[in-house]
């Protein structure tokens, strides 16, 4: 897992309610990612930043939110507009931000988001 | 469309025994190609990268192959231990914004 932290490992919700998972990492990596990992899926990216105060949406956006307010840290928020948010969440950083295709990712421990 | 493709879909092996497990892609342009190993309820970690000019990388008792004319990949696990169970993910890079593209994933379980 490197020196990427993700809390919580766990996480309920109920339907209707705003859930902020967390990602720390102390790599001092550029660029840091946000994937979801359905049973039987491949991981789908939800948003990625390349720097500080700065990020883009990626191909599953919709009812995620991001914040990246320094440098170690990309919160990611699940709102209640998100239809389907049961999931296993990873957030994943690179070293560079000139060419995400080449860096390889280094993958937090994930978190287990269930909304009853 | 750009598509990585894993098979088979879960793989049950004997401890000690070989497996290899393959990986087909339709990405273009073709930029590297990533073996990762993810253990149930735990991030993927990196085993190989490969990139076009490379044919074989071997990193201890694990080597992906790379054939970028029919665009497969393979990764063979040799002697097999008990720890090696979890999914492997093949990711290829590439298309025209360098995007990561995941594979399912197969699941290997080795038995006693």
Redesign the interface.
Same mark, same amino acid.
């Given at each position: 897992d490197g020196g990427i932290t993700q809390s919580p490992k766990y996480l309920f919700r109920k339907e209707g309610q705003n859930v902020t998972l967390s990602c720390e990492q102390n790599l001092n990596h550029d660029a840091m990612y946000w994937y979801r990992q359905d049973p039987g899926q491949g991981l789908r990216l939800i948003y990625y930043s390349q720097i500080v105060n700065d990020f883009q949406k990626g191909d599953i956006a919709e009812g995620y939110s991001v914040s990246r307010e320094k440098k170690e840290s990309f919160p990611l928020t699940v709102t209640s507009a998100q239809k389907n948010p049961t999931a296993f969440y990873l957030c994943a950083s690179t070293p560079g931000h000139q060419d995400r295709s080449t860096d390889t990712q280094y993958f937090g421990p994930g978190t287990r988001l269930t909304v009853l | 469309k750009n598509q990585?493709e894993q098979s088979p879909q879960s793989l049950i092996i004997l401890e000690g025994k070989n497996c290899t497990l393959q990986c087909n892609y339709t990405v273009s342009p073709f930029? @590297?190609l $990533?073996w990762y190993k993810q253990d149930t %309820? $735990? +991030?993927?970690? #990196?085993l190989t =990268?490969m990139t076009f000019s490379e044919n074989t990388k071997s990193n201890g008792r694990y080597t992906a192959t790379l054939d970028a004319d029919t665009k497969q990949s393979s990764l063979h696990i040799t002697a097999s231990q008990l720890s090696d169970s979890a999914s492997y =993910?093949c990711v290829v #890079? %590439?298309g025209s914004q +360098? @995007?990561? =593209?995941?594979?399912? %994933?197969t699941k290997l379980s080795v038995k006693p």
């Open positions: - | 990585v930029s @590297n $990533r %309820g $735990r +991030g993927p970690v #990196s =990268i =993910i #890079s %590439g +360098g @995007n990561l =593209i995941f594979g399912k %994933g």
